[in-house]
């Protein structure tokens, strides 16, 4: 794989984008989004499991199940969430609009809303932001970035990646961008984010492996954060291939290689949002390793960086590891103390059942970093997992608090 | 029943406490504690179901296991947990310290800590606190309340309940006291809570009797508790029937009484538990009905009063309702939100998919009180659950963030 730099959302051949400010957000930047092919091509989304799914996300899942999309219409400030019928018929009405001023037919176009649940769209400016962007199409760099302020909400940086991957003679790019800062805790299956994402690439694929590649790439990256564990009604991951390169994935090899790459940008991005969760200061890496299962060793590395105590301490750069002994031991799963060793930015604080002396402050200040690892071994078989998350501050509250009203 | 006013933890005849200061927590009140009855009586106990389970709770457990005990011996300020070997050798030492000032054998004493977790007790100041507390014995209100100063942690407010019952020709007391603001989401079962609660009566009943009474009361009650959804490794509720009185819990219509009893001085301990949390301004109960089973509705209120979100929009008295209807989504139980119907301090807020039109601001001012109620119907079945949390506020950060260094 190649290095991420100067590529972005449309690098990958084939694709258009725009992002206009319609007014749907109490300010700019943009709020209404196109993301497009010129003709239908290879796509595959995964969404919500929550039982409470957002208007889009039902339109969407009926859009997506030939395979084959041209584009994404989204727009942000309004989640069209718990808005019933009339919430359907917008998110309907919002592929006409794209389908109208950018092409081919309504059902060859993924809706997608965040923002505030319970409030209808406010289709005049909705639309109107539609057939905006749809006179602002292009491939640049610029066009990208727009793209991705459009999806944003209390997001405070955007979030891109991408690389290129050899696969036989050719290269192809896998790029994309994401949102997310809260109400993250995605349990998505192809079948599940209010994380959006949305993933380009140029390579020729076939839409069954593209799904169980996105599935296998979610499954490890966007469904191993957690803000504050809320699966969100409207949580969306798709990709687009739009076959506009000459590599192809058809053989295992390039397959691998292309899950690898694919695995790689999705990491980056899980990683991205997890680091500008709602005020937070810094990214919680949580390794768990050695646990009897990867289902055990996923339990216990979520209820860790789940753990508000866990959470408010790394906020205070507070060495408490009791507390996360504590969360793993209540994951529901196999877990003995007496055999487990916990480091805190690789400094070992419990060692089989007892504490480890350490030098607090030193700890502490090493705590201070804007990347915190925290690292259990169960000692206990060969499970494994990765989970990223942040620390819980008085800002989290204050967002939240005062969000709505 | 008759009211609870007048009566305390020391109203069940045949039982003294005391509470003293031996310097563990950096400032008074109390922080050693005994409660004792003359001579072993029918006990019954529950610990936490963690996995990580402190050297008392282990040492506990051993204990009960006759269905007899003398007393308790108690400690704030540290939970002696993931102490290893050295934690074992203390929590035992505590039970002969008792032994010894009160009479009987260690192995009738039921062993207690709550307060920082991977930290050696300091024994010197923990037994001189039991010497010292075992001067001071007696049963009083006044005797009642120190033994309740000596379980607090970062509790504001003491926690206390208590009632009286006809059982046939006799009335019965039953009386209890409770600690815990933080690591609050037990799950305990009479094999579970750092919630610390202690129950007395003066019937005459026995073990196996009272072990399956305190199992259910503590299933509808403290079970049903969350702050901050962490199972701590040190939770205990145990309760001692001193048999001092003239009341038997024998026949079915006895033992039903005295469960409803049980029941409510549990449930009005848990209520003051949860709205005692860190930083807490409001208690709130969730309460789910018609759900398809008693299962999903717990499961549902669970996930509703563990959000961190639905947390912070009660702390912001803002009725940002899709946080709700959103949480019982993901619960991973059956929820059709078309047939439900939400309220907030009995305000239809969300009807069958759709928003419900309501005077924001009036509600807001309703979710200033401090009692909020959170009434999800879901026109499903017959299953129902009510639960008891607290509003997240920037205290709880600033309790969290700041407690160990």
């Given at each position: ?41 290879p ?129 192809a ?28 690439t140029?390579v020729q694929i076939s839409p069954a492996v593209l799904?169980?590649l ?27 291939a739009?076959g506009?390169?000459?590599a192809t994935v058809g053989?295992?090899?390039e397959r691998?290689?292309f ?147």
């Open positions: 794989m190649y290095g991420m730099a100067e590529l972005h959302l449309l690098s990958p051949r084939g694709f258009r984008a725009a992002g206009v400010y319609a007014g749907i957000k109490s300010k700019p930047p943009a709020d209404v989004g196109l993301l497009v092919c010129q003709a239908p091509v796509a595959a989304a995964a969404f919500t499991t929550n039982k409470v799914f957002a208007a889009p996300v039902e339109i969407g899942r009926r859009h997506i199940a030939r395979g084959r999309l041209r584009g994404v219409v989204v727009n942000s400030g309004n989640a069209n969430a718990c808005t019933g019928e009339r919430g359907r018929r917008d998110a309907i009405r919002m592929c006409q609009v794209a389908a109208r001023v950018v092409g081919g037919e309504p059902g060859e176009y993924l809706p997608s809303s965040t923002g505030i649940i319970g409030h209808h769209l406010p289709m005049e400016k909705v639309q109107r932001g539609i057939i905006e962007a749809g006179k602002y199409l292009g491939d640049s760099c610029e066009h990208a970035l727009l793209f991705g302020d459009a999806i944003m909400t209390t997001d405070t940086k955007r979030k891109s990646a991408a690389v290129k991957v050899r696969l036989g003679r050719s290269v790019t896998i790029a994309g961008v994401a949102k997310g800062a809260g109400m993250i805790g995605p349990r998505l299956g192809v079948a599940h984010a209010t994380l959006l994402s949305y993933l380009t140029d799904r169980r996105l599935a296998d790439a979610a499954g490890e990256s966007f469904n191993c954060v957690t803000i504050d564990d809320h699966t969100s009604t409207n949580d969306t991951v798709a990709i687009f739009s506009a390169g000459d053989a295992e090899r691998r290689a899950a690898a790459a694919l695995l790689e940008v999705c990491q980056a991005l899980a990683q991205q949002v997890a680091a500008d969760g709602e005020g937070a200061s810094k990214l919680v890496t949580v390794r768990v390793r050695r646990a009897v299962s990867d289902a055990a060793a996923r339990a216990m590395a979520r209820a860790i960086a789940d753990s508000p105590l866990v959470k408010c301490a790394m906020h205070g750069n507070d060495p408490n590891w009791g507390r996360i002994v504590s969360a793993a031991g209540m994951a529901g799963v196999p877990f003995d103390p007496q055999q487990a060793v916990l480091k805190l930015q690789g400094t070992a604080v419990f060692r089989r059942g007892a504490p480890v002396a350490f030098d607090a402050a030193k700890l502490s200040g090493a705590l201070a970093a804007a990347e915190v690892s925290v690292d259990l071994d169960c000692a206990a078989g060969t499970g494994r997992a990765v989970f990223w998350t942040c620390d819980l501050s008085r800002d989290y509250v204050a967002i939240n608090a005062d969000y709505h009203t």
